[in-house]
């Protein structure tokens, strides 16, 4: 039975794939300090280890895979305090890279970002190709941990991947950080309360459902290819249509209210869906994240 460490995988995303892990056979050990993640997330058939990453020792497990989703992943926070960002992101990955060489890992797999390494986009959609210019100290850290990557393949023959999610969502997100508008809207127009667009709402951003962002890591464990791959949809959506849309989901849901721009805040932002197309469009997703959110 192969064996993959999944980090993060008490969190959003990394709980979606440490279940589609286990669906497919593999023997699944989570990795997780509980810091943003939740206990309830974990599949009762994975192994549990509540450890900072900064400690863990994978060494001793000796995995078949790493998928490493476990990050400091708020962007405000980073910008407020970007050591701890830098120390979590970067030295935790870094760390946990020269184990997996010493370890034998055959596949590592990185949870990166399209939405914060290319900053403000030259041309739309966004590919691989695209300029990257993070515009905050996390998606410079998702860089500097995909130039490790780089290193870690070409001198020490580790197997990488990174695969570069744009926002993501579904059942499970938590209504912290940035990246959760439509946990965020979904708690709050579901209990009657308004929800607050940051300027005019023509600002884009590309929804994925976390399904698809689950498909893309399936489809790249067992396979040598290397990336950086988009995760995102090729849609641009406004946060105004976003909100549209999910009134629509949601009867009687109190109109939205507009504050002042965030300062610094990225106008527009769409991935090419390079990799694999997605199965699930955003009204479809929204659909299947709101109807969770009601029962839960
Ligand atoms: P999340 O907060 O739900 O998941 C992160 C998990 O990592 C949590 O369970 C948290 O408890 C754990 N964690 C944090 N710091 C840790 C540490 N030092 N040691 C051990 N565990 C730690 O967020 P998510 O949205 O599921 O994000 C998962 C990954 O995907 C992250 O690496 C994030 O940067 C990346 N990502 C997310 C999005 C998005 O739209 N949600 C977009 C791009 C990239």
Not at 165 to 193: C, D, K, T, W
Request: glycine content about 8%; proline content about 5%; some cysteine.
């Amino acid at each position: 039975m192969k064996h993959v460490v999944v980090t993060g995988g008490a969190g959003f995303i990394g709980s979606h794939v440490a279940d589609a892990f286990i669906e497919r056979g593999y023997r699944v050990t989570v990795v997780d300090n509980l810091s943003s993640g939740d206990r309830r997330n974990l599949n009762p058939r994975a192994e549990f280890i509540e450890t900072d990453i900064r400690d863990f020792d994978i060494r001793p497990l000796r995995p078949d895979v790493v998928s490493h989703h476990a990050a400091q992943m708020d962007v405000r926070k980073s910008v407020a305090d970007p050591v701890f960002d830098t120390v979590v992101n970067v030295v935790g990955s870094v760390r946990l890279l020269q184990q997996c060489v010493e370890a034998g890992v055959k596949r590592f797999i990185f949870a990166s970002t399209g939405g914060a390494i290319y900053g403000e986009p030259v041309y739309v959609p966004q590919d691989e190709k695209h300029p990257v210019n993070p515009l905050s100290p996390y998606g410079c850290a998702k860089l500097a941990v995909e130039h490790y990557m780089h290193y870690f393949r070409e001198v020490h023959g580790l197997s990488t991947v990174a695969l570069r999610y744009a926002n993501v969502y579904g059942p499970r997100q938590s209504a912290h950080g940035e990246a959760g508008v439509v946990a965020i809207f979904a708690r709050r127009m579901l209990a009657g309360q308004p929800v607050t667009i940051n300027g005019d709402g023509g600002q884009t951003r590309d929804f994925v459902f976390v399904r698809d962002v689950v498909a893309a890591n399936m489809a790249v464990a067992e396979s040598t290819v290397a990336g950086p791959f988009n995760v995102g949809t090729g849609v641009e959506t406004t946060i105004n249509s976003l909100y549209l849309m999910m009134a629509k989901l949601i009867p009687g849901a109190p109109q939205a209210t507009h504050a002042p721009a965030k300062v610094g805040e990225q106008m527009r932002s769409v991935l090419a869906a390079s990799l694999r197309k997605p199965d699930v469009n955003v009204a479809e997703g929204l659909a299947e994240t709101v109807d969770w959110f009601r029962s839960a």
